[in-house]
T-cell receptor, first 110, second 110 residues
Framework: DGGITQSPKYLFRKEGQNVTLSCEQNLNHDAMYWYRQDPGQGLRLIYYSQIVNDFQKGDIAEGYSVSREKKESFPLTVTSAQKNPTAFYLC?????????FGPGTRLTVL | RKEVEQDPGPFNVPEGATVAFNCTYSNSASQSFFWYRQDCRKEPKLLMSVYSSGNEDGRFTAQLNRASQYISLLIRDSKLSDSATYLCVVNRDSNYQLIWGAGTKLIIKP
């Protein structure tokens, strides 16, 4: 089955720790995205990548980092510099104007 | 002013009724418009794209009003399974960047 997988589904971390969220797709899509969703708010773009080895900051990139070494993979690292990291993180890829999402990772900072 | 604005609701509607909600956008240069559906604690999924001439998909009708910069979604003969949050999405300066509304929550009651 083609799709986007994200792991883990739930993640807990202590303040001051970096954590990496996984995103893998086997849809052969070039463009991939990371969004953050907070209660009562729309999805906000963190980073996006249109092609391997290239990525651009979105609206809220501070405190996050990404890499795109392979077409299939677009991991997101939440660093200790992110002041309020507790949120629902969604990874997506795009084909023909449609965004396809993974199931998301819920990150909670303790 | 937010780039994409939606009434958060909730809209409480009896089963079988017709319900409509709007979304306004601020960027007059936007060219792509979408409605996504998001179930509680799940990822968003494309419901329908919105075309200039308006379009229909079964019980769902989407309209675009460029002069007033809003899009609308009409749901006829509503079903219990229509209960969800409906997200309005508009492209920014390219289709690589989408702006997401905070969503309108719809609750269909038996």
């Amino acid at each position: 089955d083609g799709g986007i997988t994200q792991s883990p589904k739930y993640l807990f971390r202590k303040e001051g720790q970096n954590v990496t969220l996984s995103c893998e797709q086997n849809l052969n899509h070039d463009a991939m995205y990371w969004y953050r969703q907070d209660p009562g708010q729309g999805l906000r773009l963190i980073y996006y990548s249109q092609i391997v080895n290239d990525f651009q900051k979105g609206d809220i990139a501070e405190g996050y980092s990404v890499s795109r070494e392979k077409k299939e993979s677009f991991p997101l690292t939440v660093t200790s510099a992110q002041k309020n990291p507790t949120a629902f993180y969604l990874c997506a890829s795009t084909y023909a104007d449609t965004q396809y999402f993974g199931p998301g990772t819920r990150l909670t900072v303790l | 002013r937010k780039e994409v604005e939606q009434d958060p609701g909730p809209f409480n509607v009896p089963e079988g009724a017709t319900v409509a909600f709007n979304c306004t956008y601020s960027n007059s240069a936007s060219q792509s418009f979408f409605w996504y559906r998001q179930d509680c604690r799940k990822e968003p999924k494309l419901l329908m794209s919105v075309y200039s001439s308006g379009n229909e998909d079964g019980r769902f009708t989407a309209q675009l009003n460029r002069a007033s910069q809003y899009i609308s979604l009409l749901i006829r003969d509503s079903k219990l399974s229509d209960s969800a949050t409906y997200l309005c999405v508009v492209n920014r300066d390219s289709n690589y960047q989408l702006i997401w509304g905070a969503g309108t929550k719809l609750i269909i009651k038996p």
